[in-house]
C-alpha cells in the first residue's frame, strides 16, 4: 500500500472540502432539502468527529493492538446528540481542518506500518488498508453529498428562474 498516496488523497480531499464550505450563508448552511437529508453544516461536523473518533482512532488501534476492542461510534445518532446544526459553521469547518492536519501529521509518522493487520467486526475481518482506503473513499461520499446540497440549494434559490440551461443533474 502507497500511504504517501493515501495521503495526498486525504489532504486533496480536505482541500476540496473546505473549497466546497466557502462563501455559505448562515441559511445554507443549515438548509436541508427535506426532513430526512442532512445539512452542510451536519455533514461537516460529521466529517470532524468521523476524522477524530473512526477513522483515525479505527486505524491507530489497528496498527498498535488489533485485539483491542473499538470505542463505539454512532455517526446517525451524533447528528442529533452533539446538536450540530446549531454549532458554527465557520468553526465547524476549521475544527475538522485542524483534525485532518493532525491525521496527516500522524499518517507521514508511521514507520512501517502492517497495512495488513486485521480488527475482528461482526461481518468479518477489516483490515488496516481496509481502513486506510476507506477513509479516503468516505471523504469522497461526503465530498458528492455536499456538491448535492449545494446544487439543491441553487437550484431552489434561482426560482422563479431556472438551471436548466446547465444541463441535467
Not at 6 to 23: D, G
Not at 36 to 52: A, Q, T
Not at 136 to 165: C, G, I, M, T
Amino acid at each position: 500500500m502507497d500511504i504517501q498516496n493515501y495521503i495526498e488523497h486525504l489532504s486533496n480531499n480536505a482541500n476540496a472540502i473546505h473549497a466546497m464550505a466557502q462563501n455559505v450563508s448562515h441559511e445554507q448552511a443549515r438548509w436541508k432539502p427535506d426532513a430526512e437529508s442532512w445539512s452542510l453544516l451536519e455533514v461537516i461536523n460529521h466529517l470532524y468527529d468521523e476524522e477524530r473518533e473512526d477513522f483515525r482512532a479505527h486505524l491507530q488501534g489497528v496498527l498498535q493492538d488489533p485485539i483491542l476492542p473499538w470505542s463505539p461510534i454512532d455517526p446517525q445518532g451524533w447528528v442529533t446528540e452533539r446538536r450540530y446544526q446549531e454549532r458554527d459553521f465557520e468553526t465547524s469547518v476549521e475544527s475538522f481542518l485542524l483534525e485532518r492536519v493532525t491525521s496527516l501529521a500522524w499518517l507521514k509518522s508511521l514507520d512501517n506500518p502492517d497495512w495488513q493487520a486485521a480488527y475482528d467486526l461482526p461481518w468479518g475481518k477489516l483490515t488496516a488498508g481496509d481502513l486506510l482506503a476507506s477513509w479516503a473513499a468516505h471523504d469522497l461520499l461526503h465530498l458528492r453529498q455536499l456538491n448535492e446540497l449545494r446544487y439543491a440549494y441553487l437550484y431552489q434559490a434561482a426560482a422563479p428562474f431556472s438551471v436548466k440551461y446547465a444541463g441535467d443533474w
